[in-house]
């Protein structure tokens, strides 16, 4: 009998259990609703309130400074265009003596020790050459005009009226254009920088100073940097060739120009 009552106890004991488990189960999901409700809650409406109060933390002062930095170097080769330009009613015609006319420069400019590597085409066109009849009130094509341009890069500086003159003797009839450059600019470049931070350094610390207190670290650099090169006028070449003289040439300087933009801490004292 008493074992049959402790088995009995014992059932009725789990089943309270049960019954307890399932009431605290209850009430702890309204709980947990509840509680996630509220998390929401601040995330919605308590988040904003955080940013805003970061948002309106002063940021620290700073000065910006904008320089130039400059290096001029003499120039140590020269890039020289030359052209043919001929003109017939075919265009077979016209490019037939165009060959003859360019293959008579090519020779010419070689023959002053100017490597093949060195003259390139940089152009070649055939344009029909157009007519407008006022009787007919229409465009007809009185023949086809071939242009065939070289670029030819002159290492010796004293040698580039030279080779003008030898293209334009031997068929040429255009100098397109001429330009002086540097064969390696990098370090004209790197100096020009170390020249525009210097000056920005400076001028950001006269700045601060005038302002009651002095510059801190550097917080931002950008660069910007272009080049000068020294062109000749083509009138005046041109001229110098129809008088028979010997074309002077006069290659002047190059400037590596650059320019920086900096942002500096301000301390105030």
């Not at 009552?5 to 004991?13: E, I, K, P, Q």
Request: hydrophobic fraction near 45%; charge should be positive; proline fraction near 4%.
């Amino acid at each position: 009998m008493s074992s049959v009552l402790a088995n009995s106890d014992a059932r009725g004991f789990m089943s309270h259990a049960r019954c307890a488990n399932q009431t605290r189960s209850r009430f702890s999901e309204p709980l947990l609703i509840a509680a996630a409700a509220i998390g929401l809650a601040f995330v919605a409406f308590g988040a904003p309130r955080v940013l805003r109060a970061q948002s309106a933390v002063q940021a620290p002062p700073q000065i910006v400074v904008t320089a130039n930095g400059e290096v001029r170097l003499a120039p140590d080769r020269a890039n020289v265009q030359l052209g043919v330009e001929t003109q017939a009613k075919t265009a077979a015609a016209a490019s037939a003596e165009n060959n003859r006319k360019q293959t008579a420069v090519l020779a010419a400019i070689r023959a002053l020790g100017i490597p093949a590597s060195a003259v390139s085409t940089s152009s070649f066109s055939v344009t029909p050459v157009q007519r407008w009849d006022d009787k007919e009130k229409k465009t007809f094509i009185d023949g086809y005009q071939v242009s065939n341009q070289v670029a030819v890069v002159v290492s010796k500086l004293e040698q580039s009226g030279a080779v003008i003159d030898a293209a334009l003797a031997a068929g040429a009839n255009r100098v397109a254009g001429l330009t002086f450059e540097l064969t390696d600019p990098a370090k004209a470049r790197e100096q020009a920088i170390t020249n525009a931070v210097t000056q920005a350094k400076r001028e950001a610390g006269v700045a601060a100073v005038a302002a009651g207190g002095s510059i801190g670290n550097l917080l931002e650099i950008t660069i910007n940097s272009f080049e000068q090169p020294r062109p000749v006028p083509m009138f005046a070449m041109a001229k110098m060739a129809s008088e028979a003289m010997a074309t002077p040439i006069s290659e002047g300087t190059i400037t590596i120009q650059v320019s920086v933009t900096t942002r500096w801490m301000y301390a105030r004292n």
